[in-house]
């Protein structure tokens, strides 16, 4: 099983930009299909982008596609989030999630048995 560590939280203006980084250690991230959640303060945990294993399919929520962008390097261990055009409403802690399990179930936001980083705060100011 993978562990994840995020980091690139912090504070930005309203269209700003941020990079968020996820590194695992373990030798099998490459089976994991990997994505990104977030969870703002009262809010349940929400979906916000996915890639597959192979980095072949990507997927966005609505409120982001266009302005973020998911990537991995499978020979780094690690996954990434550029985040473009920030607004304040992106304000939350983001997590990095691990999957190993169907693509379909993922993206659309199936966190059963999913490994979670800790946690990154992305503050968003207008």
């Known amino acids: 099983q993978v562990q994840l560590v995020e980091s690139g939280g912090g504070l930005v203006q309203a269209g700003g930009s941020l990079r968020l980084s996820c590194a695992a250690s373990?030798?099998?991230?490459?089976?994991?299909?990997m994505g990104w959640f977030r969870q703002a303060p009262g809010k349940a945990r929400e979906f916000v982008a996915a890639?597959?294993?192979?980095?072949?399919?990507?997927y966005y929520a609505d409120s982001v596609k266009g302005r973020f962008t998911i990537s991995r390097d499978n020979a780094k261990n690690t996954v990434s989030l550029q985040m473009n055009s920030l607004k304040p409403e992106d304000t939350a802690v983001y997590y990095c999630?691990?999957?190993?399990?169907?693509?379909?179930?993922?993206?659309?936001?199936?966190?059963?048995?999913?490994?979670w980083g800790q946690g990154t705060q992305v503050t968003v100011s207008s």
């Open positions: 373990g030798r099998t991230f490459s089976t994991y299909h």
């Open positions: 890639i597959s294993w192979a980095a072949l399919s990507t």
């Open positions: 999630a691990a999957a190993n399990k169907r693509w379909d179930t993922f993206k659309a936001g199936s966190v059963a048995g999913v490994v």
